[in-house]
């Protein structure tokens, strides 16, 4: 399973009031620990922001 980076993730969002970006996911502080602290840990929330990947995986 390959790491994916906050990125290119639909959870990752811009909030215009603290002018940063942040992950909008609901999230225990088990699975945050987890995920902060195993270098090669996968986010098990990722869900990628391009709408064609599934298109060019059919292909």
Same mark, same amino acid.
């Given at each position: 399973?390959?790491?994916?980076?906050? +990125?290119?993730?639909?959870?990752?969002?811009? &909030?215009?009031?603290?002018?940063?970006? !942040?992950?909008?996911?609901?999230? /225990?502080? +088990?699975?945050?620990?987890?995920?902060?602290? &195993?270098?090669?840990?996968?986010?098990? !929330?990722?869900?990628?922001?391009? /709408?064609y990947?599934?298109?060019?995986?059919?292909?």
């Open positions: 399973m390959a790491a994916f980076s906050c +990125d290119t993730c639909v959870f990752y969002v811009y &909030d215009d009031e603290t002018d940063q970006l !942040y992950c909008d996911v609901e999230a /225990d502080e +088990d699975d945050m620990a987890r995920m902060f602290g &195993d270098t090669n840990a996968v986010c098990p !929330y990722y869900r990628s922001n391009d /709408d990947e599934i298109v060019r995986h059919q292909n």
